[in-house]
């Protein structure tokens, strides 16, 4: 089987190697004080009860703030943990002609873009993620649900509090994954190769 390396996006002390490779992210200070964009800075609200077979916003309160840009390349919601993969679905309710949206049921990720698949607005966005729903045709569903909402394609654990991104490189040996690791950075977090630790980092890492 090709060999492949995760992106993990967190601080951690021990890497060691492993069968499948994933890489964490640790802030530095040096990167941070180089960084000419700022980054945005997302607001959600949610804590609610669901009741079966029905829909429910995914957040009661939903704001983004960005002092030195008006949109973004594309906002990414995501059931992080307790998805149920077949039944649960993230949507977007009523009309929204600025927005275009894609629903990865793999990951259990909802990607929102601009309506021709570019940057999208702020004021459309907010707009849009007011009126995305959670629902799941089980009768009986029993899994907590916790949503993400991030301004990249990787992968929030809320149980860690890490990012993981998966990169595909075949073949590829566990030193020189690591290096190419430690050369990304997401949003002034340093990557690093890192291990899987945790029942829910198997499952979204394995998902």
């Not at 990865?104 to 999208?120: D, F, I, P, R, W």
């Not at 993620?129 to 809320?158: M, R």
Request: hydrophobic share 35%; aromatic share 14%; with cysteine.
């Amino acid at each position: 089987m090709p060999e492949r390396y995760f992106l993990k996006h967190f601080c951690a002390e021990t890497v060691r190697r492993l069968s499948l490779f994933i890489c964490f992210f640790c802030c530095i200070p040096y990167f941070i004080y180089s960084q000419t964009n700022v980054a945005p800075e997302v607001n959600a609200t949610g804590d609610q009860m669901y009741c079966p077979l029905t829909s429910i916003p995914v957040a009661t309160t939903f704001t983004i703030t960005d002092p030195d840009d008006t949109e973004i390349d594309a906002f990414y919601i995501q059931i992080s943990t307790g998805y149920e993969r077949g039944l649960d679905t993230l949507r977007l309710e009523n009309t929204h002609p600025n927005v275009a949206v894609s629903w990865n049921s793999q990951e259990g990720k909802l990607t929102l873009t601009g309506s021709s698949g570019g940057a999208v607005a702020y004021t459309d966005l907010i707009a849009a993620v007011n009126d995305v729903v959670f629902e799941s045709s089980s009768t009986s569903p029993t899994e907590e649900k916790f949503f993400s909402f991030t301004i990249g394609s990787a992968n929030f654990l809320p149980e860690t509090g890490h990012y993981y991104e998966y990169i595909e490189a075949f073949g590829i040996r566990w030193d020189d994954a690591r290096a190419a690791a430690e050369n990304r950075s997401f949003f002034g977090l340093q990557g690093y190769l890192a291990t899987i630790t945790s029942d829910a980092e198997a499952q979204l890492t394995g998902e």
